[in-house]
């Protein structure tokens, strides 16, 4: 379907994927791609409404209704922003995609990963992936980075346990072939230059 490319941006919590994003999306611009830059859960309407439910620490959902949330908010988020970019033949930089729904709803929650497959690809279709990079940083650096955990984002509240599983479950999708990873401990400016080296090479 892709006329154009989507690129995604993986990590755990403290990562510095937002900036990493933010980062690579000028230096695409620079070298003159047309580039929109995006997130998930949200980037469009509805889906940054939901995704103010989905982090409110107010509620506790399951990890299946925790699937759903972020499954409609994906959905509305393709259909608004990312279809019509790519349509377009434009370069799509995206915070977060399919790949976080099985670290955290499958890996951390134990939710049945053959599941969450099941309906990322239903609630995706028919994109096609180009490229997903995980800034490989383990959960206890990226926590330091930040300054503790955001005690008004109900996901980072959740156990060490819990995050060493994320991180555990992006792994083993990196050694299964799904994301690349990029060694993400070194400088800011470091890093940048790995993602964007990677990323040229496939646009």
Known sequence: MNA???IVLEGTEGAGKSRQCTMLANTLSS???????????GGAALAERLRTLILDPAYSPDAVTELYLYSAARRDHLN??????????????CDRFIYSTLAYQGYGRGLDLDFIREVNAKTIE???????LFLDVPPEVGFARKGGADSSD????????????????????????????????????????????KVLAVL
Do not use: H, N, Q, W
């Not at 070298?31 to 859960?41: A, N, Q, S």
């Not at 608004?80 to 930089?93: C, D, R, Y």
């Not at 028919?126 to 997903?132: G, I, N, R, T």
């Open 4 to 6: 154009g490319k989507f």
């Open 31 to 41: 070298r003159g791609f047309d580039v929109v830059l995006t997130r998930e859960p």
């Open 80 to 93: 608004k922003i990312v279809f019509p970019a790519l349509e377009a033949g434009k370069t799509v930089v």
């Open 126 to 132: 028919p994109l096609e992936v180009d490229l997903a």
């Open 154 to 197: 109900r996901m980072e509240r959740e156990s060490r346990e819990f995050f060493d599983r994320i991180y555990s479950g992006f792994k083993r999708m990196c050694a299964s072939g799904e994301l690349t990873a990029v060694d993400a401990s070194g400088e800011r400016d470091e890093t940048a230059a790995k993602l964007a080296e």
